[in-house]
């Protein structure tokens, strides 16, 4: 995707539009998990930046990670987090797999009162983080942003989108992460992160109301790119956002593609994945994708990354349509990540909603769009 990448804005600063601080002092974002696969991309899009600060716990990696970025590192491990984080900071975890790990990074960034965002992707995570973090963390004057990479940012403004273009008719959205090509497997935290999200319950908005479900449960048929693609129901960010802005909406999927033909495999696995999680089978799934080793540098899309929103009437009308292609999925997360952690950095704790919110509500449609076309994203 040479020719999307080719001219895009040069730094995330000019992804918003801005040039100074609204406060006169700009918040730190601190990159936990920063010698991953992901956080190190992150990295790379801050380098050089002022008030970022890496976090990990392999030392060697961490400082070799450090000279090569022009950034301050820490070594801490997880449960040292909290004697590294100040009030105010920007917390952007890239940690892994974010159901098993996750928590306790919430957790330092609620008690010490900072901003959270992560690039998860695991549906049972974020359900967690909305119904048990996001009022405590609402409580204590914290905002939380989960899922602001690959998924579920893109998929997320495309919704806004096309909401704003179908009317006050809308009632129903579905939404489609879809690639072109090939899937490689990613690096062990990657696909131990997949195991999680496919062998735990996920969420979906259905007849106004939010009811847990297994991964896989529908499928359903997008056409994008000049072919149909088969994707099974996952779950997602824009499950909870959206009702919350749009509350006549009735029903909100959010669908994968990734699988194709391979679909009614992936529902029969998710209708075993309870007995197996009773059986330890998933335990043991998780420790031997861990031992696999890394896939490609590229991470987990070896294609073209296509994303597909249809907003349809109370009759099945479709209302509204939004497409967007990019390239590699791990490059686009750290680079939707960076540019949101960039753009947040630049506000008063004050401006941003408090409990679990999203990119939108916290900067902006248009913020959002212009942070996510610098990202890569671009709409067809």
């Known amino acids: 995707m040479v020719g999307i990448m080719a001219h895009r804005p040069t730094d995330p600063q000019r992804a918003r539009g801005g040039g100074g601080t609204l406060c ?24 050089g930046r002022p008030h970022v600060l890496l976090v990990a716990r392999r030392a060697d990696a961490l400082a070799t990670l450090g000279r090569t970025t022009d950034l301050p590192a820490r070594c801490a491990d997880l449960d040292g987090l909290g004697g590294v984080l100040v009030p105010g900071d920007i917390v ?32 049972a995570f974020l359900a967690r983080l909305h119904t048990d973090h996001g009022p405590r963390a609402a409580s204590s004057g914290v905002s939380l942003l989960p899922a602001v990479g690959y998924e579920y940012l893109p998929g997320l403004l495309l919704s806004e989108l096309a909401l704003d273009a179908a009317g006050p008719a ?18 062990a935290t990657a696909r131990r992160s997949l195991v999680r999200a496919l062998t735990r319950p996920t969420t979906t908005f ?23 693609h088969t994707t099974v129901s996952l779950g997602g960010l824009e499950v909870w956002s959206l009702p919350t802005r749009h509350p006549d909406l009735d029903r909100v999927d959010v669908h994968t593609g990734w ?5 009614p495999l992936l529902q029969l696995g998710a209708l075993l994945s309870g007995p197996a999680r009773m059986l330890g089978v998933d335990r043991l799934m998780d420790g031997a994708v861990a031992i696999l080793g890394d896939g490609d540098d590229e991470g987990l899309s070896t294609g073209t990354s296509r994303f597909v929103v249809r907003v349809r009437d109370e009759r099945g009308g479709v209302l509204a349509r939004e497409e967007a292609v990019a390239g590699n999925a791990i490059v686009l997360a750290a680079r939707l990540a960076a540019a949101t952690a960039d ?27 212009r942070l996510a076309e610098w990202a890569g994203l671009v709409r067809l």
């Open 343 to 369: 753009a947040l950095a630049e506000r008063p704790l004050g401006d941003v909603p408090t409990g679990a919110t999203d990119p939108v509500a916290a900067l902006g449609l248009q913020a959002v769009g």
């Open 206 to 228: 259905r007849r106004g109301v939010h009811h847990a479900e297994t991964v896989a449960a529908r499928r359903g048929e997008f056409r994008a790119g000049g072919q149909l």
């Open 259 to 263: 699988f194709g033909a391979a679909a």
């Open 92 to 123: 952007l975890s890239c940690v892994g797999p974010h159901d098993v790990v996750g928590d306790r990074v919430v957790d330092a960034a609620v008690h010490v009162g900072a901003t959270y965002l992560d690039v998860t992707g695991e549906p």
């Open 170 to 187: 809308a009632r129903r959205v579905e939404v489609a992460y879809l690639v072109d090509g090939g899937l490689d497997a990613g690096s």
């Open 24 to 47: 006169g002092m700009r918040r730190r974002i601190v990159v936990v998990g920063a010698t991953g696969r992901t956080g190190r991309l992150v990295a790379q899009e801050l380098a």
